[in-house]
């Protein structure tokens, strides 16, 4: 089956620290990969993506590289703000020959605060 | 704003009530999504529909009933719940099935069954 492991939380940072959460997955097919941001009191919000192998998705200072050897995802960001603080979801979706039914698998989830 | 809007953000009810929550998009997206998201616990879709039509169903109990009356409305009828379905449950859409999808999703429901 497919699934998405996330590195455990919380993660608490200074302002200006470097971030990185770790993504591994496991699939049956050839993922698309994903992350998402959920701000307190939001949904989610789709942060960047990569669909192939080597891609480097990014948005808003935060970037993620497809790695298909060691298959992770992992998301980094060089200098976080306080209003980076969220719960950050990677997620993996297969790209189907046919339709995939938009079905994304989530992992659990990791806990971001930065402190000023 | 994501353009995906729930109702209500927060439900209490007790085992024995019959509730609804609703989801409402005006992205002119073909497919909405219902989602659960339990404390610690990876996110788990629950229904798939496209153009009104349900075409995924995530063994989800019988207590849980959606409905589609149209592309933009989204259902989840609620009835004789138990306590471990208190959750967050996240509604989502996109333009259309398939690969690389991008999602909108709502800002969700807390549920609390008593």
């Known amino acids: 089956g497919n699934s998405v492991t996330q590195m455990e939380g919380p993660v608490t940072l200074s302002e200006e620290a470097f971030l990185t959460i770790n993504c591994t997955y496991t699939?049956?097919?050839?993922?698309?990969l994903f992350w998402y941001v959920q701000y307190p009191g939001e949904g989610l919000q789709l942060l960047l993506k990569?669909?192939?192998?080597?891609d480097k998705g990014s948005n808003k200072g935060f970037e993620a590289t497809y790695r298909k050897e060691t298959t992770s995802f992992h998301l980094e960001k060089g200098s976080v703000q306080v209003s980076d603080s969220a719960v950050y979801f990677c997620?993996?979706?297969?790209?189907?020959?046919?339709?995939?039914?938009?079905?994304?698998?989530f992992g659990q989830g990791t806990i971001l605060t930065v402190h000023p | 704003e994501t353009g995906v809007t729930q109702t209500p953000r927060h439900l209490v009810m007790g085992m024995t009530n019959k509730k609804s929550l609703k989801c409402e998009q005006h992205?002119?997206?073909?497919?909405m999504y219902w989602y659960k998201q339990s404390a610690k616990k990876p996110l788990e879709l629950m229904f798939v529909?496209?153009?009104?039509?349900?075409?995924e169903n995530n063994s989800v109990p019988s207590r849980f009933s959606p409905e589609c009356p149209n592309s933009s409305h989204l259902f989840l009828h609620l009835h004789t719940l138990q306590p471990e379905d208190s959750a967050l449950y996240l509604c989502?859409?996109?333009?259309?099935?398939?690969?690389?999808?991008?999602?909108?999703f709502g800002s969700g429901t807390q549920l609390s069954v008593l």
């Open positions: 989502a859409s996109s333009q259309d099935l398939g690969a690389r999808q991008k999602l909108f």
């Open positions: 699939a049956t097919g050839y993922p698309s």
């Open positions: 990569a669909t192939k192998a080597d």
């Open positions: 997620a993996l979706m297969i790209n189907a020959g046919g339709t995939s039914y938009g079905k994304l698998t």
């Open positions: 992205l002119g997206h073909n497919a």
């Open positions: 529909y496209n153009f009104k039509e349900q075409t």
